[in-house]
Each structure stands twice: as structure tokens, then as C-alpha cells.
């Protein structure tokens, strides 16, 4: 595996649902974590959810009880599944994935090329 892979984004209308995905096969048997980051127009990039491999996780205070982090049965795939979407949840989302072992792909932080999500009213 090389960089992260975002895949899930769209549009919908405020109140909807989306799920992102972020693909982490190359991972499986090490320690890692994923972590979500946001970038809307004219803003700094921000934190939005992490998990790391033993199932620990953490939610910016906007998301909380909207946004869930999950796996798949695999653990090959990290999703984040957003629901009762805002206008202000519009951003470009990007997975970065660490390596925390060195019997991940990698060591440290890389960025996936993000999706865009965009919540109408």
C-alpha cells in the first residue's frame, strides 16, 4: 500500500448521511492509527475523528454523536459514517494514516488526496 485512499464523498442535503472509507489493507498486523481531518474553503485543516488499531478512538466536540468511526470485519477499511450532516460540515475530508510499528508499510503520518463532502440547505 502506498498513500491512503479516500473514497465516500458527495453531496447531500443538510441532515443527510454520507460514509467515508479509508483503505488500510496494507496494515492489517501492525500498529497503526487512522485519523480524519477536514478542510473547508478558507479554513486551516482540523481535526475530526482518530482510531487507532486496538479500537481506541476520539471525536472533535462538532462531531461528537453524529460521526462514528468503524472497521470492517477485515480491518482492511476504516469508515467514518456522518450523519445529521451540517452546511458547516462542508470540507474536503483527508485520512492519514501512522505506522506506529515497524511492521506497518510505513513509519510516521501520510495524507490521502481527501474527498470532498458538501452539505446544501
Known amino acids: ?3 491512503p ?3 465516500g464523498g458527495g453531496s447531500v442535503q443538510a441532515g443527510g ?3 467515508l472509507s479509508c483503505e488500510a489493507s496494507g496494515f492489517i498486523g501492525c500498529r497503526f492509527g487512522v485519523s480524519w481531518y477536514r478542510q473547508g474553503s478558507g479554513n486551516e485543516r482540523e481535526f475530526v475523528a482518530s482510531i487507532e488499531s486496538e479500537g481506541r478512538t476520539d471525536y472533535a466536540d462538532s462531531v461528537k454523536g453524529r460521526f462514528t468511526l468503524t472497521t ?3 480491518e482492511s477499511m476504516k ?3 456522518m450523519t445529521s450532516l451540517k452546511i458547516e460540515d462542508t470540507a474536503r475530508y483527508y485520512c492519514r494514516i ?3 510499528s515497524v511492521r506497518c508499510p510505513w513509519s510516521g503520518g501520510r495524507w490521502g488526496q481527501g474527498t470532498q463532502v458538501s452539505v446544501s440547505s
Open 1 to 3: 500500500q502506498e498513500d
Open 5 to 7: 485512499v479516500e473514497s
Open 17 to 19: 448521511s454520507l460514509r
Open 72 to 74: 470492517d470485519r477485515a
Open 79 to 81: 469508515f467514518l459514517q
Open 98 to 100: 501512522d505506522g506506529r
